[in-house]
């Protein structure tokens, strides 16, 4: 079966730093994904790992463990606009994505 | 620009009528394209892959006589709600793999659909 865990909601202030947290078990995978949306948004592309590491991008950063089954996408110095849910995906074959339930993350001055 | 159309953006219908989206990949063909849909504060849900050439194939729990999918050509798939309910009533959006990685997928604007 395909089961993808994050939290459901995280809170932080803003300037800070805020990890989440995304353990999944698939019957497949091809990489793992993450993604921002916000409220009646399509999705937006954050980052994509499929070797273990690290990998960093301005203000995000994810991290893959294999052997774990688990991910993390780091945020640093916060801003307001990074209120938004926060979505982990595993790749399956043929390149469909399997989504956790996602994380709804609140900055606060 | 973006790389994925999908229309209509919004779409009011009387239940018991049939809805159709788009979903269009501009200037690169798409073999495949993926249909999910998503409730309030829930996460995409993966409805179906719509293969061009073939049936499109549904995931466990999505009825394929209500949710029609046709890849008409390779750059575009319609997802067509079929006799819909207020309970249809969602967001609906596309996915279009490009490239040979599995690691480029583009997501269409997405489709609210509100039953009245």
């Known amino acids: 079966g395909q089961n993808i865990d994050q939290p459901t909601e995280m809170t932080a202030t803003e300037g800070a730093i805020v990890q989440i947290n995304c353990t999944y078990q698939t019957s497949g995978f091809n990489g793992l994904f993450w993604y921002q949306q916000h409220a009646g948004e399509a999705p937006t592309f954050l980052s994509y790992n499929v070797l273990d590491g690290l990998e960093e991008k301005g203000r995000f950063s994810s991290f893959l463990s294999r052997s774990k089954g688990y991910s993390y996408l780091l945020l640093k110095e916060l801003q307001m606009k990074d209120s938004a849910s926060y979505l982990c995906a595993v790749g399956g074959g043929y390149n469909k994505l399997i989504f956790g339930a996602g994380t709804r993350l609140a900055v606060h001055p | 620009g973006a790389v994925v159309s999908q229309h209509p953006s919004r779409v009011i219908c009387k239940s018991g009528t049939s809805v159709k989206i788009e979903c269009r990949s501009l200037?690169?063909?798409?073999?495949?394209m993926f249909w999910y849909r998503q409730f309030p504060k829930q996460s995409l849900m993966l409805m179906a892959t719509?293969?061009?050439?073939?049936?499109?194939?549904?995931e466990q729990g999505v009825e394929k006589d209500k949710f029609l999918i046709n890849h008409a050509s390779l750059t575009l798939s319609t997802l067509t709600v079929t006799s819909a309910h207020p309970e249809d009533s969602s967001f609906y959006i596309c996915?279009?793999?490009?490239?040979?990685?599995?690691?480029?997928?583009?997501f269409g604007e997405g489709s609210w659909l509100t039953v009245v």
């Open positions: 996915s279009v793999p490009h490239g040979v990685s599995g690691n480029t997928i583009y």
């Open positions: 200037d690169f063909q798409a073999t495949t």
């Open positions: 719509s293969n061009e050439g073939s049936k499109a194939t549904y």
